[in-house]
């Protein structure tokens, strides 16, 4: 539950695992970095689940941070994808892709909700 909206646990994790490919789709692998600066709500919850779910790691952000504390973050960290909110667009400097999760949304209907496969070990980041 958040605020008035809530979520089954079978409807978060097929949320996730429905982002989890969406993302893969975008190029996200294991051990890869992926920005993440979303304000607390349920698309942020399953934002982080679908990120472990690709194998890749995710770096919290503020979006109240200034842009160029974020940027260093983002740089220093090594992402080249930025998950966010429309109404932090251009908040993090310049030089990687951004996909705004108000966008993503809607085509997650044409992602399969089953488990997405990841043949991880032990030597992965996650």
């Not at 097929?14 to 607390?40: F, K, M, S, W």
């Amino acid at each position: 539950r958040f605020g008035s909206e809530s979520l089954t646990y079978r409807a978060l994790n097929e949320q996730a695992n429905r982002l989890a490919r969406l993302l893969t789709a975008q190029g996200v692998r294991p051990d890869d970095t992926v920005g993440l600066a979303l304000d607390r709500s349920l698309p942020l919850l399953v934002s982080l689940l679908a990120i472990m779910k690709t194998g890749a790691v995710y770096v919290p952000l503020d979006p109240q941070h200034p842009t160029d504390r974020l940027a260093f973050i983002l740089d220093d960290a090594g992402c080249q994808l930025l998950l966010t909110s429309t109404q932090h667009r251009n908040r993090f400097g310049p030089a990687r892709a951004e996909l705004y999760i108000e966008e993503l949304w809607p085509q997650l209907e044409r992602f399969s909700a089953a488990e997405p496969a990841w043949a991880g070990s032990g030597k992965n980041l996650i």
